[in-house]
Structures are given as structure tokens and as C-alpha cells.
Nanobody, 121 residues
Framework: QVQLAESGGGLVQPGGSLILSCLAS????????MAWYRQAPGNQRELLAA??????KYADSVKGRFTISRDNAKNSVYLQMSNLRPEDTAVYYC????????????????WGQGTQVTVSS
């Protein structure tokens, strides 16, 4: 099992910045990818950014404003968010994924409890 704990959410004014952190613990060996998602009320959970050993990808909605990074020594992944907008208000979730025996199709995913980000004046 892998446990994920997010931190860093809060209330920020439009145009402001926040840094979210996700600390992974447990059996973190062979984790292939880590990612950040968000979910606003009434909306589906949305993939924002993902990082592997070889690649980083962003959703168009956050490209140029959000940056994902990881510190393997600290078992942590981060999401730097800048130029925040009211529509960025959501619960933000950390995700870790490990490929299964036959590949990515049968991967195992782990989720944190989420951290609330509210962008409002």
C-alpha cells in the first residue's frame, strides 16, 4: 500500500500563488508516475499534471501557470500554482500509479485525501 498526504491548500486571491506538496509513504517502490488532479463541485476529477522519470505532461487548462516537480529523496511531489483564477477553486488530489504485470492497463492507483484550494477576493 501507498499512502499519500497532501498539504499546502488554502485561500488565495486571484492572481496569487500556492505550492501544494504531496508526501508519499509505504511501499513506494516501482511507482511509475505521480500526478495532481482536481475536482470542483459538480465536475469530474480532472488530470492537471503528471510526472514520470522520462516525461512531464500538463493539461491545457494549467499549462504555463502550474509546474509539477518531484524530490525523490523526500518522497514528495509538488505543484507550484501561479496566476490563480477563481475557476481553479477545487479540491486538489495527489495520485501515484504503479504499472501492473501486463503494463499500464492494469495499473494500481493510489489517492490522497485532497486539499482544498479556494481562489477568491
Amino acid at each position: 500500500q501507498v499512502q499519500l498526504a497532501e498539504s499546502g491548500g488554502g485561500l488565495v486571491q486571484p492572481g496569487g500563488s500556492l505550492i501544494l506538496s504531496c508526501l508519499a509513504s509505504g511501499d513506494i517502490s516501482n511507482i511509475n508516475a505521480m500526478a495532481w488532479y482536481r475536482q470542483a463541485p459538480g465536475n469530474q476529477r480532472e488530470l492537471l499534471a503528471a510526472i514520470t522519470n522520462r516525461d512531464i505532461k500538463y493539461a491545457d487548462s494549467v499549462k504555463g501557470r502550474f509546474t509539477i516537480s518531484r524530490d525523490n529523496a523526500k518522497n514528495s511531489v509538488y505543484l507550484q500554482m501561479s496566476n490563480l483564477r477563481p475557476e481553479d477553486t477545487a479540491v486538489y488530489y495527489c495520485n501515484a500509479a504503479r504499472a501492473g504485470p501486463t503494463g499500464w492497463g492494469d495499473r494500481t492507483e493510489y489517492w490522497g485525501q485532497g486539499t482544498q484550494v479556494t481562489v477568491s477576493s
